[in-house]
């Protein structure tokens, strides 16, 4: 992979380049229960002469032979942050993704750089100028999840984000490739994550994601997209991201958060086609001038068939040992038109794939509420802000827990008094234990909170199970990120970082 010249030479202004990366600043969430944290590097550090940016987020690793390559967005809207260049002299502002190289043994950053000199557009073309991207630049590049050749039916190791706004577009970065690629067929949305299911008979030809747009009101999204395995095949084509179907959930007997919730509560229901792409209508209401459908017009079809409007659906995980069983976080907020979701909910959902059931299009699957956060008193707490709170990223551990990260989203959410703070889920039983909590105090030298009282106000983003990669015993290794977002001052300001934040380990 290249290293390019990312930021602008008047951004670089004292900042001293270092080969190495042994961060000396405090760890900006602190372990619980057992658990802690080893931070590995704090936002206005440079490495090898790059200058990762802030609000870190969805991450994704890769191991080599004595290293791990973690792969790290940042979630700028397209107009903030120090330009960046592509390999072609295409100078942009926005989102980006990183890419850290961690030593195994040391456990210390040894390199980073930019994850990519390419853009390719909903159109498949090369990006050389801003307006050949929707919103002028990539924007605001959310969570992430990162497959390996041969997992879940993909040829090459790919990193799956979107972009975290209406009309956003999914993306897939080739990690070995030095591009990335737009994928209009997963559809358009306020786009939080993608995750695969793995399931043999299915990835043999195709591939299949769980989709999480995280707009109030939105759908869950099921893409089954067909593989070319023919030689010569391209990037999109031969992983499945060319060409597909596009359903949405539709309930048995509910249609909201307000017929369906509590914990252990269950609701059948069935995945149902919608209309993504027409070549036949581009350009005329409601498709692009590709023949894609527009945000209004996925909007207008999931009304028409009536399908489940989550509060608000964010990250979501495939269980290691169950490749048709995913785990997903709804945020939970004040709606407008169903405020029974205030506190947030995780779901676990049951999907029965196979070709028959592609063939037929009658793809079924079962939705159960592992944990409702408005269900607090069956949930062993005396007040819904002890509990979990804005359920927003996680991870399905090998340990068979999930790890779940809060992001404020109701002025009650400090009642408590309690900063944001990592949970510990069963997911088949809903108990849970924090395990991680946000320490305000872990300010950088030359950096300032600028709002040091407002509780709730850092969020912990992109966790990951790393045990593997780092050869340490299942469930026992993850990494994590602090989007610090009211840490200001110094090297944040003058090389326009945006904020401040952290890469940590989380050690069981």
Known sequence: ??????LAATALVGIVPTTLCATTEPAQMVGLNGYTTDPIFTVGETVNGYTPLGVLDGMAAYAAEDSVRLVCNHELSSSLGAPYSLDNGTVLTGARISVFTIDKESREVVDAELAFGTIYNRAGEVVDASSDLTFGGLNRLCSGYGVQAGQAGFVDDVYLTGEETGGGSMW?????????????????????????????SINETHVALLLGDDRGGAPLYLYIGEKDLTPGAGFLTRNGLATGKLYMWKSEGADQPSEFNGTGAKQ?????????FDADMAGQPGFDSLGYATQANLDGQRDALGAFRFSRPEDLHTNPYNGSQVIFNSTGRDLGFDNSD?????????VKLNPAAVKKNVIEAKLTISYDGDDYAMNGVIDPSFGVRSPDNLCWSLDHNAYIQEDRSISAFGDSGEETSIWKLAPHTG??????QMDRSAIPAGQVDVDPSDLGDWESSGIIDVSEQFGAEKGSLFLFNVQAH???GGVIDSAGLVQGGQILFLNK
């Open 1 to 6: 992979m290249k290293t390019l010249q990312t």
């Open 172 to 200: 897939a970065l080739d990690v070995n490739g030095d591009a990335i690629w737009a994928a209009p067929a997963l559809g358009v949305g306020g786009w939080e994550a993608a995750t695969p299911l793995s399931i043999p």
């Open 268 to 276: 059948s229901g069935k995945f149902v086609e919608v209309v993504n």
């Open 342 to 350: 205030l506190w947030g909910t995780i779901y676990l959902i049951d």
């Open 431 to 436: 108990d849970v234990l924090r395990v991680a």
């Open 486 to 488: 009211s840490l200001r």
